[in-house]
C-alpha cells in the first residue's frame, strides 16, 4: 500500500472547494437572460382538472410563459416512464397509467405538477403561479397502502383495485409444505414508515435551449445525468442524444431521490425553446421536496417464519403491500420485488421461501428508491422476525443466527440470488466483542435503577448491490443494462484523467477513483483528475446508486486501466529496444527484464505522444483507453450491527447509547470514506426507526409532514457517535474484491434498532417511528398492569 | 415571498407613528417567527416596521427584579451573568429556544408579542408573574397572555421590556417537539419570595396557562414529591401527530416534576 | 430599489434589495457569494448560517436591509490570505463532509460554537450546539470529531 493507494486513508480532493464556498451545485448556477419557473400544483390529493385559466396570471409582471398539458402535448413531449417491467404471477404486465410531466385532465396526489409559469424573476414566477385559477372537481382519495385496494377510489384506469401488480417469487408449495413440519412457528406484521429522502440539497434543474443550434443543455441535480438524458431523448422525444447536453455539476447528496428522472427537469428543458431559447431555472423550495421527491419504503407485511424444535429454520413465508405512490416512478418497480424479496434470505440457510408482493397506487406522492432500496425493508422482515422467532423459544438471539448461518459458499437460495463470498460468523463475532455483549445484563440493572428501560438489539443483514449482470436483470425486466464506462486519458505529461460515468454526490470518487490510479500507475495523487457529471464530456454511464460506483465503476476504470498498461508497456518497448512481453511495470516505472533501461510512467507518456520512436503502423500514438464492465454478479456485503437503547419511563423518549456496526466489504479502498459512508447511512437508520415517519392525512390526502417543523430530520443530538468494525472476504466477481458500502447502513440499522426498542420495552412490536409518543403509548398496557 | 416596505425607525415612538400610517403594518423583531411566516404566505403585511434600529437591548438586574430589554436576544439572557445569578431558570429558558442561530437573532419583545403557544418565554412571563412594559403602560403577565397568538396588546403598541421578579426558587424544564424543537410541553415552576408558588404551562394549550392545582400542593411543599397523584386533564389540550392531549397532560406532570427539582 | 451596503468579508460592498430581499438572497444573487446555501423555507437546516457582526445567524430570515451597515463573514472569508481556518482544516481532517451542501453553515456554526463555549468542547455540547445544522450524509459522527479538533487549533 501506498500512501495514496489502495486502503490508504487519503484526505478527500474534492473537500476543498467545499470548504471554502466554492463548489458549484446546480442553483449556484446562473445562465445570462436565464428566466425563473415555479410550479402550480394541485392542492389535492385526488381530483378532475375541469378547467385552467391563466389570463389573469399572464399579466402579471414579469410573466414570460405560463405552459399547461395542452403545450406539452402540442409539442409531442411524451410522459415520465418506469424503467423496469414486472410480470404479475399470472403473467399479465404491470398495470402502468400515464405520467405526463404536467398533468393531464386529473391530479392524483397533492404537490402534482399541474402547469408551470416563466417568469423574469423567482418571485414574479411564484406570485403568477398562485394566480393560476385551476377548477378542481374533487374526487375521493386513498393514501393509506393498507387500505387502497380495498377502497372504492380509482386512480388510473389502467390499475383496476389499484393494483399495479401482484409478484411471487419462491417456491409456494414448498414452503407450504415446510410449514406443515415445522415445531414452531412465528408470525408478525410489520410496517415500513414511508419516508422522505431530505437530500439537503433541494432539487434544481436550468434548461436551455440554443436556437443557433437547435441544441439543449439541462444542468440538473442528477445521480445519473447520461440516464436522463436517454429518458428525456428517447422517451420525452425532446430532442437526440446528440442536441442534448446533461449536466449534474456538484450535487448534496442523493440517496437514491437524485436517480430518477422528474417532471419538473423535463418541463425547464422543453420550455425554454418555447419562451425563444432563454434558460429556465427551477429551484425546489423545501417544502416542494416534501411534496413532490419521490419517497421511500412504505410497505406493509405480514411474514411467518417456519422453526425445527432446534431453532433451525425450515421456512419463511412473506406477503407484502408495497405502496408506488400515485405514479410509477423511474425504478419504482423493481424496489419492492428484486431489490427486496431476493434478499429475504438474509444471511440464513433457508430451505424455502416463497414471498408474494401487491404494488399499490395511493393518493401521495411517487414511492422509489431512496437509500437501500427494497434491502432495508427486507432486512428489516428478516431481522425483526428471526429476532422475535429467538426471543419466542427463548434462544439467545445470537445463538439463534448463529444455528442457521449460511456457511459454505457460493450459496444459492431459493429467492435467486447467489452469494459469493462470505462469513458471517466473524462479523457477528466481532460485533459482541465490540458491543461487549457480556456486559449487557449488568448494564441493562444499571439502567434499571435509574428509571431507564435498556435494551439490545442485533441485525444481521446482508444486501446485493453493484447491480448487475445486464442480461439477467435484463431478463427480470430491466430496461437498461446496468454496466459502467470509463475513459483513462493519459496526458502526454503523464497526469491522468478519469472520466467516469459513475457520478459523485458526497461519496468521495474524486479522491478513491484517484487512488486506484496512484495505485495502478505509481502516479502523484495531485496529477490525477476524475470528470464526472456531463454527458458532453464522458462517453456514457449508468450513475451512482446501489452502492455500485466502487464494484461496477472502479471495476471499470480498472478494465481500462488494464489496457493502458498494456499499450503503455509497448511504447517504452519500442523505445527502450525491447520485446513488449521482457517489460516490466511497477510504481509508475517500467523496467526491461534482465537489464537496468527503465522509464518513468511520465516518460512513456510523452513518447505515446511525440511518437518518435515507434512505427506508428504498429502502434498507435496517444496514451488513452476506454473500458465498459458488465458484472458477473451482484456484491454481497454483509455484517451485523448491535444497537443498544435506553428508554425513559417517563416520557418514552429513546437514546440510542451504543451502536456497533460490523461490515464485511470486501476490499476497502480508502477506510475513512467507507466509515464516513457507514455513520452516514445508521444515522439515516436510526433516523426511520425513531424519528422519521412521512404522515398523510388519511381523512384529507395533505401531508402533514410537509416541512422540518413536523418531519423529524435526525439531528446531531438525536446520534450516538458509532463503533466501527470490519472483516474481510474478498468478492470473488471483481478484480478488485470489492462490495459496496453507501447503503449497508440504512440498510442494518432500523431492525437492529427496533429490535432494542421492543427488547427494552419487553414488546413484540411497535410502529416506526418509536417517537416518544409511540413508546409512551406502548408503556401504558404495562404500567396499568403493574398498577 | 411577497414584497413589503421596510421600515428601520430609530425611536418607538416613530416606530408607532409608521405603524398608525401602514395598512397592514407588522412589527418585526427578530424575525424568527414572522420571516418565515411571510415566505409561506401565512403572512402578507403591506410594511414591516423593523424594530432593530431602536437600541433597546440589555439586561439590568436589580435586589427585586430582572428587566430584559425588549430587543434582547435569548442568546445573550442565556448568557448573561446577572440573569443566571439572579434567575438561573431565566437563562436555562432562554437557553433552550430553538437553536444558537435563533437565539442569536430571536428576542424576548418578539418572543412575547407574538405569543406562539410553543414558545418558551410566555412560560417564564407567566411563571414568574413578570410585568410587560409597553410603549404604553405596563401589563402584568397574567392579564397579557390572551389566548392563541393573541395578547392584551393594541394594535400599535410596542413591548419594550420584560421584568421579571426575582423568585426564591425557581425551574423551567421542557419537552422539545421531536421535529421542530419548539416546545411541546415546557413548565416554569417558581417559588416567589412571599412563598407563592406559580405553575406556567407552554406548548400544551391554546396559549400558556397556570395549574392552580400545582401551585396549591406545591406552596405547602415545594418538592417534585408534592405533585404525586395530580393528574391534568387532557381535555382542551393541543393534540396534533407528535403528541395527543393526553400525551401532553402526562408529560406536564413529568415535566413539572423535574422543573420543581431542578428550581434553584 | 433601495441600495445597501454592508461588509462583506473585509470588503465594502453595496447593491440594490427590495424589502422582502433576504441576506441569504443579496449574498448569492446580489454579490455572487455562493458558498451560503438555503436548505429549507422554516429556518432549521442551518445550510445559510454566516457571522452578522459577529454572530452566527440564519441568513435565510434576515432582511438584507436589516442588516444594512452590518458587517458579515460568509464561507468564502474565512480563509485568510489563502489559508484556511483552522475549522475548516479540521473538517478536511476529520471527513466531516460528504456532499458538502450543509458544509459551509456547519463550519460557520462550528467556528461560534467555539467563540461562545471556548477551545475544550465535549462531545455532548457540541451536539447540543449543532442543534441547528441539518446533515443527511455524515451521520454526524465525523463532523462532531471535526468541531472538537478545530475548537482546539482556533
Known sequence: ?787 | MENFGYHRPAKVADAVKIMKKAKDGKYLSGGMTLLPAIKQGLATPSDVIDLGGIKNAGVSVSAKSVTVKAGTAHGDVAADKGVRKAIPALAVLASSIGDPHVRNRGTIGGSVANNDPAADYPAAVLGLGATVHTSERKIPADKFFTGMFTTALKGNEIVTAVEFPLPAKAGYAKFPNPASRYAMVGVFVAKMKDSAVRVAVTGAGPAVFRIPEMEAALAKDFSAKALAGISVKAKGLNSDMHASAEYRAHLIGVMARRAVAAAK | MPAISMKVNGKAVCGAAEGRTLLVEFLRDTLGLTGTHVGCDTSQCGACVVHVNGKAIKSCTALAMACDGAEVTTIEGLAKNGKLHPMQEAFREHHGLQCGFCTPGMIMAAVDIVKRNGKKLDEETIRHELEGNICRCTGYHNIVKAVQAGAEKM
Not at chain 1, 199 to 213: F, H, K, L, N
Not at chain 1, 397 to 419: D, G, K, L, W
Not at chain 1, 527 to 554: E, L, P
Not at chain 1, 633 to 650: L, Q, R, T
Request: charged letters at 20%; one cysteine or more; proline letters at 5%.
Open chain 1, 1 to 787: 500500500m501506498t500512501e495514496t493507494g489502495i486502503g490508504a486513508r487519503v484526505k478527500r480532493k474534492e473537500d476543498q472547494r467545499f470548504i471554502t464556498g466554492k463548489g458549484r451545485y446546480t442553483d449556484d448556477i446562473n445562465l445570462k437572460g436565464q428566466t425563473y419557473a415555479y410550479f402550480v400544483r394541485s392542492p389535492h390529493a385526488h381530483a378532475t382538472i375541469k378547467s385552467i385559466n391563466t389570463a389573469k396570471a399572464a399579466k402579471m409582471p414579469g410573466v414570460v410563459g405560463i405552459f399547461t398539458s395542452k403545450d406539452v402535448a402540442e409539442d409531442k413531449i411524451g410522459g415520465l416512464i418506469c424503467g423496469w417491467m414486472i410480470h404479475s404471477k399470472d403473467g399479465s404486465p404491470m398495470k402502468a397509467g400515464p405520467h405526463p410531466i404536467l398533468a393531464q385532465g386529473k391530479v392524483r396526489y397533492v404537490g402534482d405538477h399541474v402547469a408551470v409559469v416563466v417568469a423574469e424573476t423567482k418571485d414574479q414566477a411564484k406570485a403568477a403561479a398562485a394566480a393560476v385559477n385551476v377548477s378542481y372537481g374533487v374526487l375521493p382519495h386513498v393514501v393509506d397502502v393498507g387500505k387502497s385496494m380495498t377502497s372504492k377510489v380509482q386512480i388510473h384506469d389502467a390499475a383496476p383495485d389499484n393494483r399495479v401488480f401482484n409478484w411471487s417469487i419462491g417456491d409456494q408449495a414448498a414452503t407450504d409444505a415446510a410449514f406443515k413440519t415445522a415445531a414452531h412457528v412465528t408470525k408478525i406484521d410489520l410496517v415500513n414508515n414511508r419516508l422522505i429522502p431530505n437530500a439537503m440539497e433541494p432539487r434544481a434543474a436550468i434548461g436551455s435551449y440554443d436556437t443557433g443550434s437547435d441544441h439543449y443543455t439541462l444542468y440538473t441535480t442528477s445521480q445519473n445525468p447520461h440516464v436522463a438524458r436517454l429518458v428525456i431523448s428517447a422517451f420525452h422525444g425532446l430532442a437526440p442524444e446528440h442536441k442534448l447536453r446533461v449536466i449534474a455539476p456538484d450535487v448534496g447528496g442523493g440517496f437514491g431521490s437524485k436517480i430518477f428522472i422528474y417532471a419538473e427537469e423535463v418541463v425547464c428543458v422543453w420550455a425554454s425553446k418555447r419562451i425563444g431559447g432563454r434558460p429556465i431555472k427551477w429551484t425546489a423550495e423545501r417544502t416542494e421536496s416534501f411534496q413532490s421527491d419521490a419517497h421511500g419504503r412504505d410497505h406493509v407485511t405480514h411474514a411467518e417464519l417456519a422453526m425445527d424444535r432446534s431453532g433451525k429454520i425450515l421456512g419463511f413465508r412473506v406477503k407484502t403491500k408495497a405502496a408506488m405512490g400515485a405514479y410509477l416512478s423511474t425504478f419504482a418497480s423493481c424496489v419492492p420485488t428484486y431489490l427486496y424479496a431476493t434478499l429475504l434470505s438474509g444471511q440464513y440457510a433457508i430451505p424455502s421461501i416463497y414471498a408474494e408482493v401487491d404494488a399499490i397506487y395511493t393518493n401521495t406522492a411517487p414511492v422509489d428508491a431512496y437509500r437501500g432500496a427494497g434491502r432495508p425493508e427486507a432486512t428489516y422482515v428478516v431481522e425483526r422476525i428471526v429476532e422475535t422467532a429467538a426471543r419466542e423459544m427463548k434462544l439467545d438471539p445470537a445463538e439463534f443466527r448463529r444455528r442457521n448461518f449460511i456457511r459454505s459458499f457460493p450459496h444459492q437460495t431459493p429467492v435467486i440470488m447467489c452469494y459469493d463470498a462470505g462469513d458471517y460468523e466473524a462479523a457477528l463475532n466481532k460485533a459482541l466483542e465490540l458491543a461487549d455483549y457480556k456486559g449487557f445484563p449488568a448494564r441493562k440493572a444499571a439502567s434499571a435503577r435509574n428509571g431507564k428501560l435498556r435494551g439490545i438489539g442485533f441485525s444481521a443483514y446482508i444486501e446485493a448491490c453493484g447491480i448487475a449482470p445486464s442480461a439477467a436483470v435484463g431478463s427480470l425486466g430491466a430496461g437498461v443494462g446496468l454496466w459502467e464506462s470509463a475513459e483513462v486519458r493519459v496526458n502526454p505529461v503523464g497526469t491522468v484523467e478519469i472520466l467516469t460515468g459513475s457520478h459523485s454526490h458526497g461519496q468521495g470518487h474524486e479522491t478513491t477513483f484517484a487512488q486506484l490510479v496512484c495505485e495502478r500507475l505509481g502516479v502523484d495523487i495531485n496529477n490525477v483528475s476524475i470528470v464526472h457529471g456531463d454527458t458532453d464530456k464522458v462517453q456514457f454511464g449508468m450513475g451512482t446508486y446501489g452502492s455500485r460506483s466502487g464494484a461496477v465503476g472502479m471495476t471499470a476504470i480498472s478494465k481500462a486501466l488494464d489496457k493502458i498498461e498494456a499499450k503503455a508497456k509497448k511504447v517504452a518497448a519500442a523505445v527502450m529496444e525491447a520485446s513488449a512481453d521482457d517489460v516490466e511495470f511497477k510504481n509508475g516505472t517500467f523496467t526491461v527484464k534482465g537489464t537496468d533501461k527503465k522509464m518513468a510512467f511520465g516518460e512513456v507518456a510523452l513518447a505515446a505522444y511525440v511518437a518518435h520512436k515507434f512505427n506508428s503502423a504498429e502502434i498507435e500514438p496517444g496514451l488513452k483507453e476506454g473500458a465498459f464492465h458488465d458484472p458477473s454478479n451482484f456484491v454481497f456485503p454483509a455484517g451485523v450491527h448491535i444497537c443498544e437503547v435506553e428508554v425513559d419511563a417517563d416520557t418514552g423518549v429513546t437514546e440510542v447509547v451504543n451502536y456497533v456496526a460490523v461490515d464485511d466489504f470486501g476490499t476497502i479502498i480508502n477506510p475513512m470514506i467507507v466509515e464516513g459512508q457507514v455513520h452516514g447511512g445508521i444515522a439515516q437508520g436510526i433516523g426511520q426507526a425513531l424519528t422519521e415517519g412521512c404522515v398523510y392525512d388519511t381523512e384529507s390526502g395533505q401531508l402533514l409532514t410537509g416541512s422540518y417543523m413536523d418531519y423529524c430530520m435526525p439531528r446531531a443530538d438525536n446520534v450516538p457517535s458509532f463503533k466501527l468494525g470490519f472483516t474481510m472476504t474478498k468478492c470473488p466477481s471483481n478484480p478488485l474484491g470489492m462490495k459496496g458500502c453507501g447503503e449497508a447502513g440504512a440498510i442494518a440499522s432500523p431492525a437492529a434498532v427496533m429490535n432494542a426498542v421492543t427488547d427494552a420495552l419487553g414488546v413484540r412490536d411497535l410502529p416506526m417511528p418509536a417517537s416518544p409518543q409511540t413508546v409512551w403509548k406502548a408503556m401504558q398496557p404495562m404500567k396499568k398492569a403493574a398498577e
